[in-house]
């Protein structure tokens, strides 16, 4: 039987984050994946070879915003490692309907003069919210950065330029109030405050959205800061796909002594006297923990398969019901299209470029187009009459994912996990079937086709993966990549449930970190970090504490004395 000091559970790009710094720390750490590669959410695959030898595709994640906002990439050294960021610029282009369209530069400069064109009230405006919104995330950033509940650890963090623009938009009772109404309110009411062109108000609700809700639901307005932080502190994706990130991590695990085994399905924690001391696997092979067993898988999935309801009960006799009755996921996830192509997307009716590709491209007509995507989702309805989409063609930014003068597309489409109606049908009873996959991916290509006409025939291959498809493929509940919905009511210290808030659980030794914890889902790296710091202040809180109050000297210092 082997030991280790601690065991993660799934080497998505969080556990594998909360690996590095737990071996730099000094601990022995395995991680067991599922699957036949690390990355869970995170990679970059050739998953045509013999239909597409040479393309490779990322199979969910793409497009990295949120990492930036942290130190991780900073404080591991990932660069050393092998990660390249490209910088996406533009950032978005939104065809309209009416021949008018969205682009969205790096530069907020640039974009307001782009949206002046059709709209110089929409130009001043769309100024002033990304202006605010850029503003509130510089200063709410901390909280992402520390245990949702950890008082002094958010307060270090705060830096002045963080400092400032707290002050800015939360310096008076009116702007505290403002800022409370933003966050209760939906971002529908929110665009429509600021807003008046379709072409600009459609690209913004279609990104709110991506949290995975109707852009009409209350309490997701905070969606808004996507497309400011587009701007600050932009959009990138590493050289080589999503999975390069996670090939950072895993040079560096391995460089660190870690151990990383694949294809290894936990399917029971080992519980004795109300303490994790190891995991069990599907092929009857048990791994030992000295210090701890951390779960990189969402909570639901933890307490309601992998730890026996004795175990459970023993120490919180409420958990398995508040699991299964307050953890809420919708029922929308996405059907998933990527194709290799012979040529790019041409956007011709709209004066094309091919600047137009190198951010994200939205099929977004208006809304209410928007809302459709979504709304039809929560109660079983697949939206595919006249499709929504986010689609990418990744090799205008890295021609490396492809062969020569060749390309591929990454589309994006929003879709119920079960469909009504079809409850016991399909794989796993959702009612998802091959042929009904195909005949919605076919729906979705048509609609980008209205818009980039070549589309159809530059396809060479392609590959369709159901809701379903993608729930199995990722071990996610439901489908859903974020573990859990991404609401405000299942944020910060309520995500996944406030006993479950700070990484910890009832049993000792055993610990969370993924999408289902703070700050949520995205490639951040921030849950993986947290929950590594909340693991080794447990183990030596004294030391643990004196290292943060000297690094955060060390910061202060810096910033006093302009040292970058």
């Not at 400011?228 to 991590?249: K, N």
């Not at 069990?280 to 067993?293: D, L």
Request: hydrophobic letters at 40%; proline letters at 6%.
């Amino acid at each position: 039987m082997e030991t280790y000091d601690v065991i993660l559970i799934g080497a998505g790009h969080n556990g594998l984050v909360c690996a590095a710094y737990l071996l730099k720390a000094g601990y022995r750490v395995l991680l067991l994946e599922q699957r036949s590669v690390p990355g869970g959410a995170a990679t970059t695959e050739e998953a045509m070879p013999q239909a597409a030898p040479g393309f490779r595709f990322n199979l969910c994640a793409i497009d990295h915003e949120f990492i930036h906002l942290g130190p991780v990439v900073q404080e591991l050294g990932l660069t050393r490692y092998g990660l390249d960021y490209l910088t996406c610029d533009p950032v978005v282009f939104c065809p309209q309907p009416d021949g008018t369209m969205f682009l969205a530069h790096k530069s907020v400069e640039q974009t307001c003069a782009a949206i002046a064109a059709y709209s110089e009230h929409d130009a001043q405006a769309y100024a002033e919210f990304t202006r605010y919104w850029q503003r509130l995330g510089n200063a709410i950033a901390p909280l992402f950065n520390a245990p949702p509940m950890a008082i002094f650890e958010i307060i270090r963090n705060y830096g002045w330029d963080n400092l400032k623009d707290l002050r800015t938009v939360m310096g008076s009772k009116i702007k505290v109030l403002d800022f409370v109404r933003n966050m209760i309110t939906s971002p529908t009411e929110l665009l429509d405050e600021w807003f008046d062109s379709e072409t600009v108000k459609a690209p913004l609700a279609r990104l709110a959205a991506e949290i995975g809700a109707p852009p009409s639901q209350k309490g997701i307005a905070v969606g808004a800061m996507m497309m400011a932080m587009r701007h600050h502190p932009g959009m990138s994706r590493p050289r080589g796909g999503t999975g390069a990130l996670t090939q950072a991590l895993v040079n560096l695990v391995q460089d660190q002594g870690g151990t990383i085994l694949t294809e290894q399905t936990v399917k029971r924690v080992l519980i004795d006297e109300g303490r994790a001391v190891g995991v069990e696997v599907a092929n009857g092979t048990e791994y030992r923990a000295i210090k701890g067993v951390i779960s990189n898988i969402d909570a639901q999935r933890l307490f309601l398969h992998l730890v026996e309801p004795s175990d459970v009960n023993a120490v919180d006799d409420q958990l398995r019901d508040r699991l299964q009755r307050r953890v809420v996921n919708n029922n929308e996830t996405i059907l998933k299209i990527d194709c290799a192509l012979s040529e790019p997307p041409r956007f011709e009716a709209y004066e094309h470029k091919d600047e137009y590709l190198v951010g994200s491209v939205l099929i977004a007509d208006s809304v209410k187009h928007v809302e459709k995507a979504h709304a039809l989702c929560t109660v079983g309805e697949i939206p595919d009459a006249d499709p929504s989409a986010y689609v990418v063609c990744p090799t205008v930014l890295d021609p490396s994912m492809a062969p020569e003068g060749k390309h591929t597309l990454w589309v994006e489409f929003f879709a119920p996990y079960q469909i009504a109606g079809a409850e016991g049908t399909g794989l796993n009873g959702t009612g998802w079937t091959d042929e009904l996959k195909n005949q919605v991916a076919d729906r979705v290509l048509d609609k980008i086709a209205t818009y980039a006409p070549n589309l159809q025939r530059s396809v060479i291959a392609r590959r369709v993966e159901s809701p379903a498809e993608l729930a199995r493929r990722l071990g996610a509940t439901k489908g859903n990549y974020y573990h859990l919905d991404m609401t405000l009511d299942q944020m910060i210290f309520f995500r996944p449930l406030p006993e479950l808030a700070d990484y910890t659980t009832p049993i000792d030794n055993l610990y969370l970190t993924g999408a289902g914890t703070h700050p949520g889902g995205s490639i951040s790296g921030m849950p993986g970090r947290n929950c590594a710091r909340v693991f080794l202040q447990q183990q030596h809180p004294l030391a643990q504490r004196w290292e943060d109050a000297q690094n955060h000297l060390r910061t202060l210092l810096k910033a006093a004395l302009g040292d970058e």
